[in-house]
């Protein structure tokens, strides 16, 4: 069902742009599927990404960088690559977040969910 609606998602933004309702609504079915499926951090971080879509009106949140940097806590600190918030790194950004989506079983598609989630959250 999520791969469905990936796809579904890739080829409205593909045609309309990010900000179409067509998005939000797939999202939010998206969403709806993730509860059903008891994955509460897909679920919140398409919560958070609605709410940034809508807010923002675009998506200014970059890829995760892959070296993971601690404070003085020991906690991991969220880094992202250099981002400058054209519509070109938007759309890829968006797009990984996607490809995440699709497999937000596998643990390294984990990772980066939260990575976005917490850049969500500090955004």
Do not use: W
Not at 36 to 58: F, G, M, N, Y
Request: without cysteine; hydrophobic residues 40%.
């Amino acid at each position: 069902m999520i791969r469905d609606l990936v796809s579904k998602i890739r080829k409205e933004v593909k045609k309309n742009g990010l900000l179409s309702p067509a998005v939000s609504d797939s999202l939010t079915k998206m969403r709806a599927y993730a509860i059903q499926d008891e994955s509460p951090k897909l679920t919140k971080t398409i919560r958070l990404v609605l709410e940034h879509l809508e807010a923002q009106s675009k998506f200014l949140i970059p890829i995760p960088s892959d070296e993971e940097i601690l404070d003085e806590e020991g906690e991991a600190v969220v880094e992202s690559v250099e981002f400058s918030g054209s519509d070109a790194e938007q759309l890829e950004s968006f797009n990984y977040l996607l490809d995440l989506f699709n497999d937000y079983k596998r643990p390294s598609s984990i990772e980066d969910i939260e990575l976005y989630k917490q850049a969500l959250l500090n955004f």
